[in-house]
């Protein structure tokens, strides 16, 4: 499985976008990158998941160069509801018995 | 509400016990994944059932155990209980045995005093 890396911490404010980048250097050719959001005491909760360039839903966009080797999502005008542990995880989205690896994840806090 | 329920939300026990934690996945979904979660510690993939059967283990002690029943809903048997097992149990499910993005149920809080 290839091992992501992840800042530890991000401190922002009400309204500005968030940008967390995680790093995948030995991501395989059959690898997806998949983000989580966690707030205390909840399960995680999928955000987003992406292969190559760019993905947007309603809630974040996933940048991706060309290389795959780290990947960036970005959070439009948070909130303070935003305030959560993201996690950045990359696995062979065709692989079965698949095994979520987690890392320690970016702890984002907004501030007002 | 990500449609996965977990019971109970809350067990407190003592050491020695053994517990049995229940998951209900997604409706439609087949696939039915454990992890723990200790204090400020990552999640740790537990095991992996798909339609009953166990496809994938982790980190899982062999003082736990799971299993899948027909009707798809999950238990994770938790025995011989130690202070280090207290932690957060998630179980999550998806809809198929490949990397499908996971929903998680918000978690059985498991206290050994």
């Known amino acids: 499985l290839a091992k992501t890396t992840q800042p530890i911490s991000m401190d922002s404010y009400e309204g500005q976008e968030v940008n967390i980048t995680c790093s995948h250097n030995?991501?395989?050719?059959?690898?997806?990158i998949t983000w989580y959001q966690q707030f205390p005491s909840q399960g995680p909760r999928f955000i987003i998941q992406?292969?190559?360039t760019k993905v947007t839903n309603e809630v974040a966009s996933l940048f991706i160069p060309a290389d795959r080797k780290s990947s960036t999502l970005s959070l439009p005008r948070v909130s303070l509801s935003d305030t959560a542990v993201y996690y950045c995880l990359v696995g062979d989205r065709r692989a079965a018995g698949n095994k979520l690896t987690f890392g320690g994840g970016t702890r984002v806090l907004v501030k007002p | 509400d990500s449609g996965v329920t977990q019971t109970p939300k809350h067990l407190i026990t003592a050491t020695g016990q053994r517990v049995t934690l229940r998951c209900s996945p997604r409706?439609?979904?087949?696939?039915v994944y454990w992890y723990q979660q200790s204090l400020d510690q990552g999640l740790q993939f537990l095991i992996h059932y798909y339609n009953g059967e166990e496809r994938a283990k982790g980190n899982i002690l062999e003082r736990f155990s799971a299993q899948q029943f027909p009707d798809l809903h999950s238990e994770l048997n938790l025995s011989s209980l130690e202070l280090g097992d207290s932690a957060l149990y998630f179980c999550a499910s998806s809809d198929g045995t490949s990397n499908q993005p996971q929903h998680f149920g918000d978690g059985t809080r498991l206290s050994i005093l």
């Open positions: 030995n991501i395989a050719t059959n690898d997806y």
């Open positions: 992406g292969y190559k």
């Open positions: 409706s439609g979904d087949l696939s």
